[in-house]
């Protein structure tokens, strides 16, 4: 056991594990009640949020409705969106006043320009946008205003490893007390006892060889939250994003569908266009369609790549409207306003997580999941496009409501054990990590990828649960390291997408299986109950 001397002990009102838009919206509307801390796994920037370039769905335009968003969500959503949960995360940002009135503090200002795009499944213009880097603004907005605030806390380079929870004394269930977090400069894993803590830890797409998202995508908020005992639901809902820039020195880089938006066409090499084969919406199709097609026709002529072209409107409209994919392209060689643009699909978002009520709360008491890594029941099938940052922003309001209404009566938990590292030496073999990181997320994009069958879904239950295995056994025996939780996390996640993907029986959405092509009548969510709740 380690000495209290060596091992701090943090304690807070509220412990926010992430400094996303989920995060950081919770901490800034909890914080004139509590003393807040935000953790980031690394620089405070770097989750999806500051990526994020399309912008956030509003209804804003007098031709539009909320009747419209909802209908939209829903057929993007094949049958599996819970509709009074859309209902609930479309209303609140209806009119321009309702941004600039500050009720979403974090877009007002920024995005004042108000000039509304369209992307797939939306039939009407109204996404909201700061050119196209929108995740960019909401994030500096949001992370100014925090580190302004006397009562935040933002602590960079902190990595929570596992939740801590204890049984309540009259047997009802578990309470969530504050959490064990790998402090990455001193290399101490310190307690930070709280209240109250939310997961707002972002998406898992990290489980796949291809993604668009930064490094820390690897599902740490869902792994924490299943091993305390909390059900997730429809992880094998993984969108995969149809436009990444394919270019060997070109990390993760996202084209938006704002430029499909704005007419760019699919094209293969050869300059013919295709989408037309697979939906009459062509390129405006939702994303899983566009991604499959685009798989399908990769495959079926064995190219690396398809092109989107937008070289027909004029050059100051491209780099005035997509400032960032310009330069970006640019650094490249490809100027997008006389080259097509190669692009391949990606795993970009994660639809399932942890399964919460529309105030975050998810199976532990005083335990929230906010933003990507939570279940909501908003996006159903396949997410449309951009309604996650909308549901950021929402569900942290209702969460932070939540939370008020129950800290007066709330006291930090106590008899909490120390991190014990007695058993455990440094690790001295992270070619077991490394390795075992790439082979888990080609096993994933090969057999549990866009297009997925039960042969290769039952042989990457097998690979992954070995590989799990050998990094549980990895993680007994070592002191934690960043890259070890990360893999540790991934591979608990990778199998709970295998076990979803295995148990739907049908295709629907972003799950698609050659040997079940139909749509059933009655679909369900896949919910998975972990071991202790059992
Ligand atoms: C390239 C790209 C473009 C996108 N475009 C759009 C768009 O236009 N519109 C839209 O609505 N959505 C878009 N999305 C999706 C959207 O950006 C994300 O769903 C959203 O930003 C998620 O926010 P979040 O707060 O849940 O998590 P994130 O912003 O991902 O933040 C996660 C945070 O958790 C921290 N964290 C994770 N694990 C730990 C841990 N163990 N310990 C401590 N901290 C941890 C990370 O450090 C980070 O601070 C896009 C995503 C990408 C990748």
Redesign the pocket.
């Given at each position: 056991m380690n000495s209290p001397a060596t091992q701090n002990q943090l304690q807070f009102d509220i412990l926010v594990?992430?400094?996303?838009?989920?995060?950081?919206?919770l901490a800034l509307k909890t914080a004139d009640f509590a003393r807040v801390a935000?953790?980031?796994?690394?620089?405070?920037?770097?989750?999806?949020?500051?990526?994020?370039?399309?912008?956030?769905?509003a209804v804003l335009d007098e031709s539009d409705s909320i009747e419209s968003h909802v209908a939209d969500t829903l057929s993007a959503g094949v049958g599996l969106c819970h509709e009074e949960i859309v209902e609930h995360i479309v209303a609140p940002f209806t009119t321009k006043e309702s941004f600039d009135r500050g009720e979403n503090e974090s877009v007002s200002g920024e995005l004042s320009s108000l000039h509304l795009t369209q992307?797939g499944g939306h039939s009407q213009r109204r996404?909201i946008?700061a050119t196209d880097a929108?995740?960019k603004a909401?994030?500096e907005t949001l992370s100014m205003r925090a580190q302004a605030h006397p009562n935040i806390e933002l602590l960079a380079d902190?990595?929570?490893?596992d939740l801590v929870t204890q049984r309540r004394e009259d047997g009802s269930g578990s309470v969530c007390v504050g959490?064990y977090?790998?402090n990455l400069k001193s290399g101490r894993v310190d307690l930070i006892k709280s209240k109250f803590v939310a997961l707002?830890?972002?998406?898992a797409?990290k489980a796949y060889l291809y993604?668009?998202?930064?490094d820390?995508?690897?599902g740490?908020?869902i792994a924490?939250a299943w091993r305390a005992g909390c059900r997730v639901a429809n992880m094998e809902f993984n969108q995969f994003?149809p436009t990444c820039l394919f270019h060997p020195h070109a990390k993760?880089?996202?084209i938006?569908e704002?430029l499909r938006g704005e007419g760019a066409t699919l094209e293969l090499p050869d300059g013919s266009r295709f989408m037309a084969t697979f939906d009459s919406r062509e390129e405006l199709a939702p994303r899983d369609i566009v991604a499959r097609a685009i798989d399908h026709e990769m495959k079926r002529l064995g190219c690396d790549c398809v092109y989107l072209n937008i070289t027909h409107k004029p050059a100051s409209f491209l780099t005035e409207h997509f400032p960032t994919i310009y330069s970006r392209c640019l650094e490249f060689g490809i100027d997008i306003t006389t080259d097509r643009i190669p692009v391949v699909p990606a795993a970009?978002?994660?639809c399932g997580g942890i399964m919460v009520n529309r105030d975050g709360e998810t199976d532990i008491d005083h335990l929230y999941a906010?933003?990507?890594?939570?279940f909501t029941g908003l996006h159903g099938a396949n997410r449309m496009?951009?309604?996650?940052?909308?549901?950021?922003f929402v569900v942290a309001f209702g969460a932070a409501k939540d939370i008020q209404s129950k800290i007066a009566l709330t006291a930090l938990g106590t008899n909490i054990d120390a991190w014990d590292e007695s058993r455990v030496r440094k690790s001295d073999n992270e070619v077991l990590v490394s390795h075992n990181w790439d082979e888990l997320r080609r096993c994933m994009w090969d057999f549990v990828g866009i297009v997925r069958n039960d042969e290769r879904l039952q042989r990457a239950e097998r690979r992954i649960n070995i590989l799990r295995e050998e990094v549980q056994a990895y993680y007994n025996k070592h002191r934690v390291t960043k890259d070890m939780?990360?893999l540790r996390?991934l591979a608990l996640v990778s199998e709970l997408i295998i076990a979803c993907a295995i148990a739907r029986k049908e295709s629907r959405g972003l799950h698609f299986t050659l040997d079940y092509p139909e749509l059933m009548t009655n679909p369900v969510d896949t919910i998975l109950t972990p071991p202790t709740l059992d």
């Open positions: 594990i992430g400094s996303g838009a989920a995060g950081l919206t935000v953790l980031s796994k690394g620089d405070l920037n770097q989750g999806a949020t500051f990526y994020a370039q399309g912008g956030i769905a992307e996404i946008h929108t995740g909401v994030f902190c990595t929570a490893v959490a977090v790998l707002a830890t972002g998406g797409s993604t668009t998202n930064p820390g995508a690897s740490d908020g924490m994003h993760s880089f996202l938006t704002a970009h978002y994660t906010i933003g990507e890594t939570s496009a951009s309604n996650s940052l909308l549901e950021c939780l990360e996390n």
